[in-house]
């Protein structure tokens, strides 16, 4: 049963702003919200994690409304280098991991 | 230093053989996971051990036993190897099995069953 729910992909030119949404209906009380980046031939890479309003970090920053029912991943001024996938990972109880689908950035130069 | 590191990288075998592939993380944590990604990039988790005790254990086939010799080491053997059983197993590892912990992960295993 998917938990969470990406665009398939999406596209860029370098130097914009990169918004991707993650819809989590069922969210529970407990959940936290988790973004993770993979390259071709790597493993996930740990981007943000939130449980609610507004986390920043050196890297990107991560935007829960009231219901967090949604999540959106904020890119800033993307480069190359950011053309990845990115997963949404909802974590349901210690007993239950789901990733999204993923979205495939694709950055244009 | 790799964090997480699995062996081997690659997996070529054929349809019916036992195999084994092999993880260790140096992180000192006490959490570790095994998940697999399909050709359509999709991960799923399929175990889970914290102190060397499984505490996810996802519906996949029993030919799958995973086995933790101590908290550093996740071992998955895999029996009668079935051409469905070809994707990237990736191992992953967290400080413990809380919610807001970060999960490391090493550079995945691509299994081909031919």
């Known amino acids: 049963l998917a938990k969470t729910t990406q665009p398939i992909s999406m596209d860029s030119y370098e130097g914009q702003e990169v918004n991707i949404t993650c819809s989590h209906n069922?969210?529970?009380?407990?959940?936290?919200i988790t973004w993770y980046q993979q390259f071709p031939s790597q493993g996930p890479r740990f981007i943000i994690q939130g449980y609610k309003t507004k986390v920043t970090n050196e890297v990107a920053s991560l935007f829960i409304p009231a219901d967090r029912k949604s999540s959106t991943l904020s890119l800033p001024r993307v480069s190359l280098s950011d053309t990845a996938v990115y997963y949404c990972?909802?974590?349901?109880?210690?007993?239950?991991?789901?990733f999204g689908t993923g979205t495939r950035l694709t950055v244009i130069p | 230093d790799t964090a997480v590191s699995q062996t081997p990288k690659y997996l070529v075998t054929q349809m019916g053989n036992d195999k084994s592939i092999k993880c260790e993380q140096n992180?000192?944590?006490?959490?570790m996971y095994w998940y697999k990604q399909d050709s359509k990039k999709f991960l799923k988790i399929m175990f889970s051990y914290n102190n060397k005790e499984l505490i996810i254990n996802e519906t996949v086939p029993n030919r799958f036993s995973p086995k933790s010799p101590d908290k550093a080491h996740l071992n998955l053997h895999i029996n009668s190897l079935e051409l469905g059983d070809s994707a990237v197993y990736f191992c992953?590892?967290?400080?413990?099995?809380?919610?807001?912990?970060?999960?490391?992960f090493g550079p995945g295993t691509r299994l081909l069953v031919l």
């Open positions: 992953a590892s967290s400080q413990s099995p809380e919610l807001r912990e970060t999960q490391y």
């Open positions: 069922n969210i529970a009380t407990n959940d936290y």
């Open positions: 992180l000192g944590h006490d959490t």
């Open positions: 990972l909802l974590r349901t109880g210690a007993n239950n991991l789901f």
